[in-house]
């Protein structure tokens, strides 16, 4: 799958660990490319140059590793393509939540329910950046909340 690697926006420091990120997501329903999407990179060091990203839309879900110009898909949920096709064009608000530990679990989510989970060997701290598949797609995002988790053994 081809991918826009156009800007993000990066929220918090470099040195993240242990946290919960909520946001409330809407698509106004406008996707030019067949894999348009949301893209979300949970970085792996306080650099920004590695990244889990997380790609969730008309192709339903995929979690790629950047390691600076290396890219290795690790994960891939295509029977999710109805669920990603909807959050794509029902331009209604979503819950979506990042929980990233120092133990290397990292968990999407969407309105309550787990899109996708992934234990990490390289991921011990790092922020977040948002940004989209498709230059043409339009997200609107609102009540950005990030909240550290205190015991990193605990499921939120």
């Known amino acids: 799958m081809a ?3 156009g ?4 929220t918090g420091a470099g040195d993240w660990t242990n946290y919960r990120v ?4 809407k698509s ?3 996707p030019y490319w067949g894999s348009a999407g949301l893209l979300l990179r949970v970085f792996l060091d306080p650099a920004g140059t590695r990244a889990l990203e997380f790609y969730f839309g008309l192709e339903g879900i995929e979690l790629t590793k950047v390691l600076g110009e290396q890219r290795q898909v690790v994960a891939k949920r295509p029977e999710l393509r109805e669920t990603g096709r909807g959050f794509i064009m029902d331009k209604m608000w979503h819950r979506l939540q990042v929980v990233a530990r120092n133990t290397g679990e990292v968990r999407f989510s969407m ?3 787990e899109l996708l989970s992934w234990q990490d060997p390289d991921f011990r701290q790092g922020g977040l950046g948002v940004g989209v598949h498709d230059p043409d797609l339009v997200f609107h995002l609102d009540n950005l909340e990030v909240t550290p988790l205190s015991e990193p053994s605990k499921a939120p």
């Open 28 to 30: 106004l329903g406008n």
């Open 3 to 5: 991918r826009f690697d």
């Open 22 to 25: 909520r946001v409330d997501v």
């Open 111 to 113: 309105d309550g329910g």
């Open 7 to 10: 800007a993000l926006l990066t």
